[in-house]
T-cell receptor
Framework: AQTVTQSQPEMSVQEAETVTLSCTYD???????LFWYKQPPSRQMILVIR??????QNATENRFSVNFQKAAKSFSLKISDSQLGDAAMYFC???????????FGDGTTLTVKP | EAGVTQSPTHLIKTRGQQATLRCSPI?????VYWYQQALGLGLQFLLW???????NRGNFPPRFSGRQFPNYSSELNVNALELEDSALYLC????????????FGQGTRLTVV
């Protein structure tokens, strides 16, 4: 079974600075997808970024980028130029191409200080 | 375009009762997923429906069940409610392609007293 580990329950960053959230996973599959979701206090889950395992190039979405290390099974999220609106709980998720489910980490609560 | 809608927003039930939660996916999405999120914790996979069939099930007892209707909307039923069933239940929908983005609803907050 796949597992996803987010080792940082809480992180804080100063506005306009950069922060990196860690995620590691365990799987025996070679083809899968990885996602970062954001859950603000409203509880609405919002996709931040996705990565296909077969792609070596790291995904980037504006201020959000990932460092995907397939051999190390690591998938960290970097947020540049942090904004107050980035404050939320961030979840790393592994999605199997076959099993049709996503396995989520326990989340990292990000606080952005003005 | 309407997003994923869930009803009701809040639900209070007594231990032993049954709860029914509903989810309407985004138009064009055939897959619906259900997750349980206990307070302050991560999401636990419950069920995956696609094209009216249950495709996968998480590690939950049989009293958690559901179905998907021909219009792809879905119901989650929880029988014989227990106090620990209190949680936020999130529904998500996507295209059949597992790499496509799953869009989440705002959840149903179930409280069992």
């Amino acid at each position: 079974a796949q597992t996803v580990t987010q080792s940082q329950p809480e992180m804080s960053v100063q506005e306009a600075e950069t922060v990196t959230l860690s995620c590691t996973y365990d799987t025996s599959e070679s083809d899968y997808y990885l996602f970062w979701y954001k859950q603000p206090p409203s509880r609405q889950m919002i996709l931040v970024i996705r990565q296909e395992a077969y792609k070596q190039q790291n995904a980037t979405e504006n201020r959000f980028s990932v460092n995907f290390q397939k051999a190390a099974k690591s998938f960290s999220l970097k947020i540049s130029d942090s904004q107050l609106g980035d404050a939320a709980m961030y979840f790393c998720a592994y999605t199997s191409t076959n099993a049709g489910k996503s396995t989520f980490g326990d989340g990292t609560t990000l606080t952005v200080k003005p | 375009e309407a997003g994923v809608t869930q009803s009701p927003t809040h639900l209070i039930k007594t231990r032993g009762q049954q709860a029914t939660l509903r989810c309407s996916p985004i138009s064009g999405h055939t897959s619906v997923y259900w997750y349980q999120q206990a307070l302050g914790l991560g999401l636990q996979f419950l069920l995956w429906y696609d094209e009216g069939e249950e495709r996968n099930r998480g590690n939950f007892p049989p009293r958690f069940s559901g179905r998907q209707f021909p219009n792809y909307s879905s119901e989650l039923n929880v029988n014989a409610l227990e106090l620990e069933d209190s949680a936020l239940y999130l529904c998500a929908s996507s295209f059949r392609d597992r790499g496509s983005e799953a869009f989440f609803g705002q959840g149903t907050r179930l409280t069992v007293v």
